[in-house]
């Protein structure tokens, strides 16, 4: 007798790490995630008010956010926090993933790390890259992608004046595609928006429309990486197909 499916998660269940003010994530993973993939979530928190100390700890706790979510039985799990892999840098980001796949017995995946996944599947090696994030944050960022092989040949802040990581929560869809727009898209392979925070989704799905060139951001890629990993035969050969 075959076991019964359950009602939500038929096929599989994902997790995905949140920092604890972000309001984006879940609804983003749900509204890209085949209806049959459940996804499930925790909040990343740390007591410093120092968002940079934050920023160091979620990725060196992997392991014990993963623990949160006690006997459910998860087919992959999704760290939803582009900021924390540019802090850490490309090395460091790889070996604490590494290490936390291999001590939870699941796959583990980064946003930052899912948009490298999903450029090399495109064969895109230059990008015009926009992003929420305060100077210091998006230089971390630019130099992340640089030691990842990529050439940045165009770069947008959403909001120069801005330095409080918070505020990037009070972005919306309709940031995400003013800033697309106004990227130089000429000798450029891929676009890219970065950041779990900034809703783009509905962007995405405007943008595409208005370019030949690919599309990422964060939250699709990560949605693209965990379908792959969780249920490979939902998952589909362009991230971009999760928007349709």
């Given at each position: 007798m075959s076991e019964p499916k359950a009602d939500y998660g038929p096929r599989a269940r994902v997790g995905v790490a949140v920092p604890h003010t972000n309001p984006t994530v879940e609804p983003e993973m749900r509204a890209l995630l085949p209806?049959?993939?459940?996804?499930?979530?925790?909040r990343l928190t740390h007591p410093s008010p120092h968002v940079e100390e934050r920023l160091k700890h979620y990725i060196r706790h992997i392991p014990e956010a993963i623990s949160t979510f006690g006997e459910m039985k998860l087919?992959?799990?999704?760290?939803?926090?582009?900021?924390?892999?540019?802090?850490?840098g490309l090395d460091l980001e790889d070996r604490l993933t590494a290490e936390a796949s291999e001590?939870?017995?699941l796959p583990v995946i980064t946003a930052a790390q899912s948009i490298r996944a999903a450029l090399k599947e495109l064969g895109c090696h230059s990008i015009a890259l926009v992003s929420p994030y305060p100077e210091w944050l998006?230089?971390?960022?630019?130099?992340y992608w640089e030691d990842a092989g990529l050439r940045i040949v165009d770069r947008l802040r959403v909001d120069p004046a801005l330095t409080d990581t918070h505020k990037i929560y009070e972005f919306t869809s309709d940031d995400a595609l003013a800033g697309l727009?106004?990227?130089?898209?000429?000798?450029?392979?891929?676009?890219?928006?970065?950041g779990t925070g900034m809703p783009t989704v509905r962007a995405l799905r405007t943008f595409i429309a208005e370019t030949e060139l690919p599309v990422l951001s964060s939250n699709l890629s990560l949605a693209w990486t965990l379908t792959r990993d969780a249920a490979p035969e939902l998952a589909p050969s362009s991230p971009q197909q999760l928007l349709s």
């Open positions: 209806e049959s993939i459940g996804v499930y979530a925790t087919a992959a799990f999704g760290f939803g926090c582009t900021g924390t892999s540019y802090v850490a001590r939870t017995s998006a230089d971390a960022g630019y130099r727009r106004q990227l130089n898209a000429a000798e450029v392979d891929c676009l890219v928006a970065s």
